[in-house]
């Protein structure tokens, strides 16, 4: 059988004041009314059974996940009472779908982007499954071809072509530098690294036993319990905090990668969710219920209720209302924005987190 | 005696979203605290007894007028169902001193702008008093000598000196143009008109006869009923809109102007706060209980509650937060702010007006 997990974890401090430490950007309602976590799922339901969708997220937004995917079987929310990166998330989620399917193929999605048309994906994630069912000791990754040098991604180095799409990876390259991007894009060898997998969960299990032996050792006896929540408890501060790239991916051998042939879009600050948003004849992105605009061009308005944000001559503005704080930012200083959020815990401690 | 009233009439969408039709500038707590009505009667308070001080504002506002001058008589608040501008608020109000005292020596304020020193202010006050109760048919005026050629303002054309800081009025200038602004301010010879008068009440009401018969003759019978909003109600939607400068003060022959020796500081509008207030390092004026600024220049930030204001990489920004609304404005266009209103009532009707 064919099982999923979505990692779903991050704190995401880069859509404050939205997001906040118990509510993360992937339950946040941005794109017609849905979350990023609301539309994984629903990407994927075509192609996997909701009782063989496991969601791998942090603890504390267990409850908030359930409930909003009430689709999905409760036992399926996992919850880390820390972060551990995603080699932990990935053996986590591999050794519960192992105990309940020694022989299924294991999809890795993320809820972090906007990914569509949705049936070219599926088409995607078909192909792939296919090409690890076809090739069992294979480990697949997607990828997506660069549209411009991004510095803030991964990039993977592929080689032979091994069937529609699909190819031989060279190696995983870091987050390059702009000069290093350029040359990977202008190359036309490079795919950006979407941090998203297929794979035999037999296989994956071996590659966890034999590069990350601590991890995949007391991950198995974890899965085992009859208490998932204090094993996990119990375990996961001891377990190595380490990407399933660097512990994993750029390690094996047998490493494929296939191509995304989709648009995958980032929302992970505001000017993003202007990309993928409908915008008025002014360029302008509103999320927000009740809005009123006098020349004013490029901004990005969100407000999670109904109060009224009223902009007079502003350009290139971000303004985000929540109930108890709003945001004002110029939209060229928005990288900024963990910065402020650092100066807010020195003034206000937790509050606002 | 002396008595005074202070005009609290206007709306004020000027400082939208604060002031709202049902809350004028006048009651907003602005100034460290303190609303520019609460401040008005202070400033005044030693040179008149409280129950010897009117206030004539808008029908709707006066409970929250009353509520914001406790100390005052609650009849000392007078509610004119509709404004009929300055002319017919003067004259309720000289109609309603002259019943309680027909030599009074009667004083009319404003409470638009902030005033300071008082005690400079009320030198001023006291000198006009003296000079009409010297000169019992004189009408005199305050005058503020002019920084800039303002053009929003009336200017008045001074002779004569008659005493310290005592002038003989030659005439009354309308709003000028910027060029005639100019030469009014260069002359030497002109005051900034303030809005604000010295007479006794016998010779203003003889002027209203004189100029205005209709309003004086309708207003002495309003004072003089036993239901004064009743009559009110019936009388005011009969009186001509006219304001006293254009009735009385550019008609009357005896009229002296009385220098200001103080500053006299407009909050008609967002930047105008600016000026009157605390600013940090960063020339920030922050009205507002929570706020947190990274790199932010020359902003003005208020809010009547203690929701958070974050403002990141924001230069001339004036940002104002209400329970239901938040503006965000260029303060290089917040003289279109009547405008956005204008917007909100075609968009939302009345509801954030």
Redesign the interface.
Known sequence: MRHAIIMAGGAGQRLW?LSRTKRPKQLLELISGKSLLALAVERIKGLFEPENILIVTNAEYADAVAAAVPDLPAENIIGEPIGRDTANAVGLGACVIARRDPEATMAVFTADHIIRPVESFCESVRRACEAVEAQPDALATFGIRPTWPHTGLGYVHYGEKLGDSVYKVLSFKEKPDHFTARRYVESGQYFWNSGMFVWKVRTILDALKAYLPDSAEKLTRVAASDDLGGALADTYPTLEKISIDFAVMEKATNVIVVELGCEWLDVGNWPALATVSEMDADGNTIVAE?T?L??GERNVIVSEDD????????DE?I?V?SR???????S???H??K??VG??RA??GEQ?L
Not at 324 to 330: E, I, S, Y
């Open positions: 004041p009740r009123c006098l020349d109060h009224l944000i009223a902009l007079l001559g502003m503005c303004v209302h108890d704080a709003t945001l004002v930012c110029n060229n200083e928005s900024r924005l910065e402020l100066l807010l003034k206000y606002y």
